[in-house]
Nanobody
Framework: QVQLVESGGGLVQAGTSLRLSCAAS????????MGWFRQAPGKEREFVAV???????YYADSVKGRFTISRDNAKNTVYLQVNSLKPEDTAVYYC????????????????WGQGTQVTVSS
């Protein structure tokens, strides 16, 4: 069992940055691929980025070059550095853990956090 708690969201102006964190419980954090997803009002949840336990990463095209995912296995934490924020980045950001999967399919993730709100004003 893995429990995930996100933090770091907030209300920011366009062009600024945030670092989102996701703290995981459980001793097997290092065995999971960790992903970030987001859901804007009235839209479906969408994939943002994922990182394997090896550190290999994969990003959605919409965030490539602006967002960076990283993890600290010793701290059981995964991060999402979000730069050059745009109003269209406004969403609830969720982290998720996948035991035997590495990719963008929401249905393949085993555990989810409650989300952290990011609001970007223009």
């Amino acid at each position: 069992q893995v429990q995930l708690v996100e933090s770091g969201g907030g209300l920011v102006q366009a062009g600024t940055s945030l670092r989102l964190s996701c703290a995981a419980s459980g001793r097997t954090f290092g065995n999971y691929a960790m992903g970030w997803f987001r859901q804007a009002p009235g839209k479906e949840r969408e994939f943002v980025a994922v990182i394997r336990w090896t550190g290999h990463t994969y990003y959605a095209d919409s965030v490539k070059g602006r967002f960076t995912i990283s993890r600290d296995n010793a701290k059981n934490t995964v991060y999402l550095q979000v730069n050059s924020l745009k109003p269209e980045d406004t969403a609830v950001y969720y982290c998720a853990a996948a035991r035997n999967y590495y990719g963008s399919q929401i249905s393949e993730y085993d555990y989810w956090g409650q989300g952290t709100q990011v609001t970007v004003s223009s």
